[in-house]
């Protein structure tokens, strides 16, 4: 389903179940909603289930202004989705680069948000010189991406040290992971880079105390970075449960996929 918006059009995939209650699936750097759709059918009976492709990702529009790939522009595409989907409980399950969208949006947004699901996420960098180091970090991949195209971009990624847990994936799921890497474009993943580098996020680590609804924190054991972040988070927000998922990495849901879903009905069936 395509949703029109005033500044683009943002893609959506989601169930034929219509419940009150709704789960939104946002995805990581260079994903799309199609990386959650396996397990629509597995959540819980009760929501009604939907998955979002970010600006410059999957089918959504990728505009040439870097302007509308910012924090707040990937809040109004938050928004316009809930807003379209007009159910009663909203749910967010961000990934990564999606958790750190949809942790911004409940922390700006509170009123529409019911329980958060956040894997392998952050709440932004603390000191202004590690930000800075990002920001030049994240440019020179932005111009990499564009001198060099695609595939280069995507055999790169795969290869740095925070995915390095893929290799235990089966050969199969790893050129399937490829293949749809490779589908995303080269204006959408270098103004992505620009626009929601996490030099860029506001820090919100003296924000996070203040959220009042049901947290689930889930990271990989073997991604030793984000499951510390994660376990100081935990002791920050005050209605929070952490979740280490034994012999996994920073992408749990895709390598320990069945752990992933138990958890996230864990937390669903508290929330109901």
Known sequence: MIITTDKYSVNVEYDSRRRKSCIIFVHGFSGSSKDFLNFFPQVHSEFHCAAIDLPGHGK???PEEVEFYSE??????IDSLINHLACDQIILCGYSMGGRAVLSYSITH???ISGLILESASPGIEAAHERNERITSDEKLAENIERNGINWFVDYWLSIPLFKTYKNLSKEKRIELKTEKKSN???G??????GFSAGKMKNLWSNISKITFPALLISGELDSKFTEINSRMNAIIPHSKHAVVKEAGHNTHLEKPED??????NFLNKIS
């Open 110 to 112: 509170p009123d529409k």
């Open 60 to 62: 959504t529009e990728s």
């Open 260 to 265: 992933f879903i138990i958890l996230v009905n």
């Open 185 to 187: 474009n080269v204006v």
């Open 189 to 194: 993943l270098a103004n992505s880079l620009r």
């Open 72 to 77: 707040e522009s990937i809040h109004y595409c």
